[in-house]
């Protein structure tokens, strides 16, 4: 069973930075799509950024293009989320998710329906 867990939220100024973690485990995919997801309150849970593992290819929407970063420790199976530059309007709970498809293109065109493994999410909180 696939299991994802979230680490490394938690409450910072506007301009702060925060470095989230998703340490994996019962992860057997050869190729897959690591990606990062948010939900502020009352809002829809939205995407904040993607990445193959074919070829490490990544896709962040605007919103955070330039701001937020994915990288992975493939020895450690955990995958990083550096969000730098925070505003308040970054404030939701994260959750990282998986698929075992490592085409962006269509997974990303499905929002969160394009991914089959969620973790529980961990909370970012950027203050004014």
């Known amino acids: 069973e696939v299991q994802l867990v979230e680490s490394g939220g938690g409450l910072v100024q506007a301009g702060g930075s925060l470095r989230l973690s998703c340490a994996a485990s019962?992860?057997?995919?050869?190729?897959?799509?690591i990606a990062w997801f948010r939900q502020a309150p009352g809002k829809e849970r939205e995407g904040v950024a993607w990445?193959?593992?074919?070829?490490?290819?990544?896709y962040y929407p605007t919103s955070v293009k330039g701001r937020f970063r994915l990288s992975k420790d493939n020895a450690r199976n955990t995958w990083y989320l550096q969000m730098n530059s925070l505003k308040p309007d970054d404030t939701a709970v994260y959750y990282c998710?998986?698929?075992?498809?490592?085409?962006?293109?269509?997974?990303?065109?499905?929002?969160?329906?394009?991914?089959?493994?969620w973790g529980m999410g961990t909370r970012v909180t950027v203050s004014s």
């Open positions: 990445i193959s593992s074919t070829d490490g290819s990544t």
């Open positions: 998710a998986v698929v075992d498809t490592p085409e962006l293109a269509p997974v990303i065109s499905m929002g969160d329906e394009g991914m089959d493994h």
């Open positions: 019962g992860f057997t995919f050869a190729d897959y799509t």
